[in-house]
């Protein structure tokens, strides 16, 4: 089913609604595609283009309100929110600070602190100078932080958001087993990376907003940029790690392939980033932490070197490609029933690398593979 | 030829760096995807991740730094950028600020402002708590705005840039050719959305970031929605609007076909769209403003009717799939040889609406397609 249910919307806000009467806040104002969506379900591509901001707050109390752009409307219309108010976009003058600000103060009480999500991993969608602007307009009314309020809810995803990405991984898996049909030995790179895309859109994708990776002998350098125009060769290794969509939710793993036979010590690596993601999930339980889901992958990555290098080792999924927590030696947030994690372990080989990454979800019990979990060896096309 | 020479970011420094002098700014701090790449050629997708920020300073003389996540270390020394400064992200307890602050301290005076774009279409991707302690790192040294440097550079393009917009417009071109290969009666809009995608692909996008339409009786209801599960039917007037990127430039257009025969006054209302754009064509040279474009078009479209609703008529076009300036009533902004523009006008046909765009180059003299200029007849499929 695309979409959600009412229901899920309002308990989205009732939950926001009691944790900022324990911080004090008077309202919630967000501005970014993942947070509009999360208490509306406005789901639209349009977010691409960087011209119109977009604003929801949440008040103490009731349905959140969208001050948006006319051109958002009738989309926003179709969501559960009732109280849409918008202006016709670009206004060179006043892009929508007014209307956002007469919202706000009837919302809010003459000393209300504003939550605008500031932290890890937020940013504030809107023209500083507009920030600047709104802050003037609202009188004694403070614009403050969220306190945490999105990140601790977002964490935890519910059945149905769960469901979908699921159904995201699931799209995934059935692309990366047809991957054999669009790469081999005198395939250019960037030819695999658009059919790979052509097949996640064939298996079911909506769209494919992140699709990174890399091959080269023995491994890859480095696993954020552009795929270069060389043709696969025997002996390299290509990984390819996709973000695909449906309705709204991601996927976020990788998969590796040796072109022709594998050396002895990348067929090992890979064997240890397997050994090192299966550790991770046998002990990703409720009371476990983000830090002890490192500490276990990097005991078997670095058991063979000093340094590895890890950095983070995995992290949230679901709305966006990447959530909270991280999987990092300093981040302690304990897990949840309904969390979506990814586990990415990577190893040094040479002076090439190797990453693997699956996604999971904690719950009541043991964890449960969303991805389909991949065996030691190395597959070979 | 993909990427630029190092010439050509050298020469974008230098006239930031001849604004700033005039604008009393010490130095620029760019923190999103196309600031950081006009100045750098930094292409990633993997700025779809919100974890990491990424911070560029445009110093008063000399190249740019980089104040980076190591994980993009390797990528960015490929660029013309020699200073390039890491921390490992995510760090919880600081996330790249200290250096930061440290390399800002560095490249400006005690007394420095330090230029962030804060106008209309921009917004700083940081933390908003991270911007307040960087504040409180500098000292004396004032964060203000940029005093529009960075729209008054990026709305003027290269001829470098120019060739890789219209790289894009023939991708797009050539997938909209191959429309009737995957859209027709009977076929689900969403499926048309997911082939028409894959056609980009096939015929050399890098990716498609982006793709809105809609397919009702006479024309749709808006263009931002998610594509329907609902088939095609005769009478359906079926629209696709494709941003998708070639060595990360957009195009930006859109095409309507009539599935069977359409209606008369559908016809006519294409008709009247095509005479719109063609209209603003004629006039679009160096001297003629957005807002001059805008009423021409406005006067074709409102002449059988009092109000058209119309918002935003056009639109530049770059790096990003909007850019400045508007095609609106109050942008005066003057046309300049270099500036690539869409042509968007939109019509009411009862109560649906129909659009049409176009993409087009500013020159010394006539202006230039780079869509293929559509004629007056809407297509059948």
Redo the contacts between chains.
Sequence with gaps: MRGFDASEFQSRTERAQQRMAQAGLSALLLTTEPEIRYFTGY????W????RPWYLIVPATGKPIAVIP???A??MA?TWIEDIRTW??????D?GVSLLADALCEACPMDAVIG??????????????NLHRLQDRLGARRLG?DDGILRALRMVKSTDEITKIETACAIGGRAFHRVPEIAGEGVAL?EV???F??LC??E?????????GGAEQGGY??V???ASPSALVPGDVLMLDT?LVWDGYFCDYDRNWSVGQAAPQVRDAHATLVEASDAAFEIARPGATAADLFNVMNAILSRNSEDTGA??LG?GLGM????WP?L?P??HTVLEPGMVLTLEPGIAVGDKILVHEENIVITEGAPRFISARTGPELPQI
Tied chains: 1, 2.
Excluded: C
Aim: glycine share 8%; proline share 9%.
């Design positions: 789901l639209t591509r349009f691409e283009s960087p011209t006319s051109i958002g009738a989309l179709t016709s976009a670009p206004d060179l003058t892009d605008l999500p500031d932290g890890h991993e937020t940013h504030v969608r809107m023209p500083l100078a932080g960037d990376f658009r059919r895309q052509m859109l064939e079911g994708a909506d769209w494919v907003p992140y699709l990174a350098a480095d954020i940029s552009p973000g950095g983070r992290h966006s490609l990447t959530e991280s990092i300093t981040d």
